[in-house]
């Protein structure tokens, strides 16, 4: 399967500030995303990190207030920008790899105070 | 639009006993079905997944799945939990795109 790396694992951040998420795979692959997970509820998507060129960004996320880059096949990153209260979740990058599998990042759990 | 509903939040079940968590899917094509695993603390583990073929899903960890298209079902059992099951567990419809709804999960206890 594929390893996922991302970081930082968790972060405790000052309303107003950006904080950037790295997500880091072991091999090339065409497909990453980048998910939310408020607390206590389920997965929602962010945007497609397309290889190259502009995210695709889900109704109800902007690329002002998560701008995400993805320079090559192995990494993207994610921006939390001006980040509030209403920010605190798990943000988790996943990756589609060989058979049709989608894996997940351990995720990074934010608080912003 | 796609959704997927997960109709349990919380079930408690024996150390030994079977387990059935379900799952019923809304999309207009065939849909691309998985089942997660999220433990505390963790990420999401992929339990198994189906896109064609036989309906009958093997996973790990002794899971498996049922695709009943005609129910619009997609539930995960296993024959005797372990106390290691414990976990929180999300079914995912998604299609060629990759892009997926996660239902809101269901809590699993395991009582000795």
């Known amino acids: 399967s594929a390893v996922i790396s991302q970081k930082p694992s968790r972060d405790i951040c000052q309303r107003g500030t950006s904080l950037t998420i790295q997500c880091q795979v072991d091999?090339?692959?065409?497909?990453m995303f980048w998910y939310r997970q408020q607390p206590g509820q389920s997965l929602t998507l962010i945007a497609t990190a397309n290889q190259g060129s502009e995210a695709t960004y889900e109704s109800g996320f902007v690329i002002d207030k998560f701008p995400i880059s993805r320079p090559n096949l192995t990494f993207s990153t994610l921006t939390v920008s001006n980040m509030s209260p209403e920010d605190s979740s798990i943000y988790l990058c996943?990756?589609?790899?060989?058979?049709?599998?989608?894996?997940f990042g351990s995720g990074t759990q934010l608080s912003v105070l | 639009a796609q959704s997927v509903t997960q109709p349990d939040i919380h079930i408690t079940v024996s150390e030994g006993a079977s387990l059935e968590l379900r799952c019923n899917y809304s999309y207009g094509a065939t849909p691309y079905l998985f089942w997660y695993v999220q433990s505390p603390g963790q990420g999401l583990q992929l339990l198994l997944k189906?896109?064609?073929?036989?309906?009958l899903v093997q996973g790990i960890k002794g899971f498996e799945a049922e695709f009943k298209r005609s129910q619009s079902s997609f539930n995960l059992r296993k024959p005797s939990v372990h106390w290691s099951d414990a976990a929180e567990y999300f079914c995912a419809v998604g299609a060629v795109d990759y892009k997926l709804s996660f239902g809101a999960g269901t809590t699993v206890t395991v009582r000795a």
């Open positions: 996943s990756v589609k790899w060989g058979n049709e599998k989608l894996f």
């Open positions: 189906y896109f064609s073929g036989d309906t």
């Open positions: 091999s090339q692959v065409t497909m």
